[in-house]
């Protein structure tokens, strides 16, 4: 018998325990293979049974080692809940249960922080989920037909001029353009948000980019993608496909030096350039993407040793939006001839309106959009604390950019696109109409994008692996092993099928109030049962 | 829903007609009030066509106030008409004490200004009037501009027309245009000022349903312009877009319907002058309607216009005679003041389409 030691690491301070049925177990070794953390293993267990062997019963007691599968105590090898094991067994053997007396969060930090991916677990309130599309066309004015009825789903990408800036001159009853005006592009406004090559697997990212072009050249759906930070293939880059692309330039400039290098090569225009400034799921903190996930492909896009890749939080040689502007966005713009629109990506903060106040006077009139990702934004690899404890609601920070725009009259200068937890409970439709209702040009989406590729993590504390290059699903890894389970095609008509309905989801929310193109600031079609959110928002409160 | 009138003549009309034109068309229109522009005045405002004229209603303080503010402005009076109502009893009107219809001679510091700057005072002083009294609330004032003549009232067309003698036509009162409604804003609260047609600085409008896209076009039409207030009715919208669109950036006529319904994006991109309406849709896309209405519209000119939402989910109808035209809700209007006009000839415009009456009467039809 062996002393207890209180210090020793149990099955019982994890987050997830391993159900385990021996009974039903035949040892076919499945769930050990496909577990990605090794948090089980095949291993002998002496156990006292009792046997019949006879053809009447004939019990006997027995002392046997039989073959058994087992949780692993280590930290390191913590069961994740991702549910892989559950998945492949053939006879409901095992599975993954929530442990909520786990001591992790004491025990996990022996080698510095406790480092994940996914989402905020802390912060998964849901403002919008109080807010109903209330102001419903009912004998004052005619729904329209979502079936029959044409809809305008378009966003703004781009400067917009004030009409009076407009260089229009009228002659003999027609007005005809004089000068240049800044690029605009108008499309979806639902924009594939910034996912790298690296912290995604090359699959799960061409799957991704698969549906964006198929729902452009099969449906018509100008959807756009953002390539994140950390260039992209050169072949796409060379391709008349990289017109669905936003290239992302963030603070470590990954893959930048191909880009550069293919620009006198690239048949068209990319449809925008992206400059991160900060992400909603960790702001402040800067880029990273553990040497776990840096494989040869990765090294070669962006042109870095097998290393773990920290962007640094702060563009180095900007101190001020000024300088931003007149640095990042004229050299941008400058590099494609001012014929592509750059806008910029910044964490929701208290900040946000003075960040957007500052580029909506710029006298360059040269960004594009403004993104605000909120705290519900994910992320491939991160400090916990940072994910928990740092970050800022998107909703009403959205909000007030807008309504901080219309009291200049500036609204819809610089179009406002909000992330962040749109999707969160699977219908992004809703979310982004009743952000676009209070003032977002249109939205962009990541999480929900992968997880109709198979990812399964939560903002519960499932798996959130992405940062370890073990992601269960091969969408987060770089393991040619892990890569393979990712089905590429099945993934990206997963996305098309669900921005399909999306689409018409969206229209079954403009026809009842009346509306053939979006409700850009159409507070008042809002209503909402809670009267905090009523006035913080300025929208009608109703019980 | 609304039922909206117009008539455009070569020869003074009398309020009557248009009295006339609403009337078989009340079962839209419900007869909780009437309200009617006049312009192209004539009887007894032919000699001051040049001259500012003051549509007030109001108490006899209000008029007091009134007067101390012109008087303190330099606006000399040059001439005055005051109806005489008939008070018989069982009327339906929520009538004001008094009715005011009153030209002024610019003060003598503009007699060297520019008619832009004199439209500027105009505007100024109409809007300071309301201002003062409103914050008495002591009346109203409708409009202030030369040859334009506003009256609005509660209750039923027919017994404001009696009360205002409007069925007997003694020639004083008669207009070579007349813009009418006889409904009061049944959707929100019962306000003279939401009452159409509105006006401002020589553009007069009338619209016919909704515009569910109120809140975004006034949120930026607050900013745009410092006569653009009031927004007692999500109609104000189309007029004050009108006056932005035509008036302060001067585009011709035809962008107001780009402006207010833009062509699908499907659409606007297979033509020619693809550029100029997608940096349109851009900048003015918060003055973009939705909802179902049709608008009839005077412009400084005289010109009378028509035309729908993108849907047409609002009837209209134009008829007419060499001598006169009229836009009405519903043809039956139409019929009972121009029984003898050609009905083949009825124009029933469609959603992208424009029509245009000038003061020849010519009538132009384009699409947008």
Not at chain 1, 409 to 417: D, K
Not at chain 2, 256 to 267: G, M, N, Q
Request: aromatic share 8%.
């Amino acid at each position: 018998m062996e002393t207890v030691r209180t210090q020793d690491i149990s099955i019982n301070d994890l987050k997830w325990k391993i159900e385990y049925y021996a009974d039903r177990c035949t040892m076919c070794g499945s769930c050990v293979a496909t577990c990605t953390k090794n948090a089980i293993e095949a291993c002998i267990s002496h156990r006292s049974v009792t046997v019949s062997n006879a053809h009447q019963p004939e019990p006997v007691k027995e002392h046997k080692a039989i073959p058994v599968i087992k949780q692993v105590a280590s930290i390191a090898n913590a069961c994740v809940g991702c549910g892989m094991c559950e998945k492949v067994c053939p006879n409901r053997a095992i599975k993954a249960v929530r442990n909520i007396d786990n001591r992790f969060n004491l025990l996990a930090r022996d080698h510095g922080p406790i480092k994940r991916g996914g989402r905020t677990n802390l912060n998964a309130q849901r403002t919008l989920d109080s807010v109903i599309v209330g102001r419903i066309s009912q004998m004052t004015d005619p729904a329209l037909d979502s079936e029959r009825h044409t809809f305008d789903i378009r966003a703004p990408f781009g400067r917009v001029l004030l009409p009076g800036e407009l260089p229009l001159v009228s002659e003999n009853g027609q007005l005809t353009l004089t000068g240049k005006t800044p690029p605009v592009n108008w499309i979806y406004p639902l924009i594939f948000s910034d996912m790298s090559i690296g912290a995604l697997s090359t699959r799960a990212w061409e799957a991704v980019s698969l549906a964006t072009a198929y729902l452009n050249e099969k449906h018509n759906l100008p959807v756009r993608m953002c390539s994140g930070e950390g260039g992209m293939p050169v072949k796409l880059l060379e391709s008349e496909k990289l017109k669905y692309m936003i290239l992302q330039i963030a603070s470590g400039h990954f893959g930048w030096n191909r880009i550069i290098k293919a620009m006198p090569r690239m048949k068209v225009d990319p449809a925008g350039i992206l400059i991160k400034i900060g992400q909603g799921a960790k702001p402040g903190d800067g880029g990273l993407l553990p040497a776990a996930k840096v494989a040869e492909h990765v090294q070669a896009i962006r042109g870095v040793p097998k290393a773990t890749l920290s962007s640094p939080p702060n563009h180095q040689g900007l101190y001020s939006i000024e300088e931003s502007v007149q640095k990042m966005h004229l050299s941008l713009n400058a590099a494609f001839g001012f014929r592509v629109p750059v806008a910029i990506k910044c964490a929701a903060s208290a900040t946000s309106v003075s960040v957007y106040n500052n580029l909506l006077r710029d006298p360059y009139k040269i960004c594009g959009g403004f993104f605000i990702d909120g705290i519900q934004g994910g992320t491939g690899a991160a400090n916990e604390v940072s994910l928990d404890h740092t970050g800022h609601p998107v909703v009403s920070k959205l909000r007030e950019c807008y309504l901080a725009a219309v009291k200049q009259g500036l609204q819809g200068q610089i179009p406002l696109w909000a992330g962040g937890g749109v999707g969160l409970t699977g219908n992004a439709a809703a979310d982004a109409f009743k952000m676009i209702c209070l003032g977002a040009n249109g939205v962009f989406v990541g999480k929900i994008l992968i997880q109709l590729l198979g990812c399964i993590g939560n903002e519960n504390g499932r798996c959130n692996a992405c940062s370890t290059g073990k992601c269960p699903t091969g969408i987060c890894t770089q393991d040619p092993r892990l890569v393979k389970r990712l089905d590429i095609d099945k993934g990206a008509q997963n996305i098309v099928d669900y921005i399909l309905a999306l689409d018409s989801e969206m229209r079954k929310l403009m026809a009842p109030i009346g509306n053939s193109s979006l409700p850009v600031g159409r507070s008042d079609a809002l209503v909402t049962t809670d009267k905090a959110i009523a006035d913080k928002l300025g929208i009608q409160y109703v019980c | 829903m609304c039922r909206i009138g117009s008539i455009k003549s070569k020869v003074p009309v009398h309020p009557s007609k248009a009295l006339h034109l609403m009337l078989p068309q009340q079962e839209g229109h419900d007869n909780s009030g009437f309200a009617m522009v006049m312009q192209d005045l004539y009887g007894v405002f032919t000699e001051y066509k040049d001259k500012p004229l003051l549509s007030l209603a109001c108490t006899q303080r209000g008029a007091q106030l009134v007067e101390d503010y012109m008087d303190s402005h330099n606006f000399v009076q040059l001439a005055e008409w005051i109806p005489k109502p008939n008070k018989q009893p069982g009327l339906d009107i929520k009538a004001m004490p008094y009715y005011i219809f009153r030209n002024y001679d610019y003060p003598e510091q503009y007699n060297d200004k520019t008619q832009e700057e004199r439209e500027e005072l105009m505007l100024d002083t109409r809007l300071a009037l309301r201002k003062i009294l409103e914050e008495t609330n002591e009346g109203y004032v409708y409009s202030f501009w030369p040859d334009v003549l506003t009256l609005k009232e509660i209750g039923d067309p027919r017994d404001i027309a009696t009360y205002f003698r409007l069925w007997d036509d003694s020639g004083m009162l008669v207009a070579k245009s007349i813009i009418t409604q006889c409904r009061q804003n049944t959707n929100y609260d019962i306000v003279r000022y939401a009452a159409h047609p509105f006006f401002i600085q020589g553009y007069t409008l009338c619209a016919n349903g909704e515009n569910t896209f109120y809140t975004k076009n006034m949120e930026y039409q607050k900013s745009l312009h410092r006569g653009y207030t009031g927004f007692e009715s999500d109609s104000q919208n189309f007029i004050y877009t009108l006056h932005y669109v035509l008036r302060q950036l001067k585009w011709p006529i035809q962008y107001y319907k780009h402006v207010i319904t833009p062509l699908p994006f499907a659409e606007a991109e297979q033509r020619e002058d693809k550029k100029v309406l997608s940096v349109i849709r851009q900048s003015l896309g918060h003055l973009e309607i939705n909802g179902p209405n049709t608008i009839i519209a005077v412009l400084p000119s005289g010109d009378m216009i028509t035309c729908c939402d993108s849907k047409k989910l609002r009837p209209v109808v134009v008829g007419g005679d060499d001598t006169t035209i009229a836009i009405s809700s519903e043809v039956c209007g139409l019929n009972a003041i121009l029984p003898n006009r050609d009905m083949s000839k009825d124009i029933y415009p469609n959603e992208r389409e424009v029509i245009v009456i000038n003061n020849d009467l010519e009538v132009q039809r384009w699409k947008q």
